[in-house]
């Protein structure tokens, strides 16, 4: 297990976000390296199948992309991207070597009936995936506002300090709200 070292000013993570249009066989992957005083100092682009299983894959191959040793966390919008195409966290943080937090913003009962719905003949693996994740622990910020999230190579509470201290206002850390504004241009752009 990695500690974060939150009093490194310097600290860095790669945060995560994706953004697609409803008739996309594709999601937009971005990828932002922010430093502990707010700096951004690196960006990276990927994609994830919709309704595939790429996700994992092609985050690590984001992360091995920027070639750097200096990210100590990756940061996730969601462990369920691009249709239910579901991020493992346990491979990310094993392959990576570094925490990961997928973070999410909504309570939920779980999405198993969803997949049966979408995958038919199929939800077998889905599932089973689904459930790999484990489940979701809610933490409150220091704003007021609570997260879901879900912890691999870090002590949860490790994981909130994180949060609080990447989270200027409302319940969307910083690197996070970057990446997604980021996904959304990268989109923009392409299509």
């Known amino acids: 297990m990695n500690h974060i070292r939150l009093e490194k000013k310097g600290l860095r993570g790669l945060a ?111 599932i089973k995936q689904y459930q790999n994740l484990g489940s979701r622990t809610k933490i409150t910020l220091h704003t007021g506002h609570d997260l879901y999230v879900r912890v691999e190579g870090c002590e949860l509470n490790e994981a909130k300090r994180l949060l609080d201290a990447f989270t200027l206002q409302g319940s969307i850390p910083e690197p996070l709200r970057v990446a997604q504004l980021l996904a959304r241009t990268e989109l923009d752009l392409t299509n």
């Not at 992360?63 to 991020?87: A, C, E, P, Q, T």
């Open 16 to 126: 995560i976000a994706e953004s697609f249009r409803e008739t996309d066989t594709t999601s937009k992957l971005a990828g932002i390296v922010m430093r502990r005083d707010f700096i951004i100092d690196g960006f990276v682009f990927g994609h994830a199948k919709i309704e595939g299983d790429d996700s994992t894959d092609s985050i690590l191959t984001m992360y091995d992309k920027l070639g750097r040793h200096d990210i100590s966390f990756l940061l996730i919008s969601g462990l369920i991207i691009s249709m239910y195409n579901i991020v493992d966290i346990k491979k990310l943080s094993m392959e990576s070597k570094i925490p990961v937090i997928g973070v999410t913003y909504e309570e939920s009962s779980g999405i198993e009936d969803a997949i049966k719905h979408h995958f038919p003949d199929s939800y077998d693996s889905k």
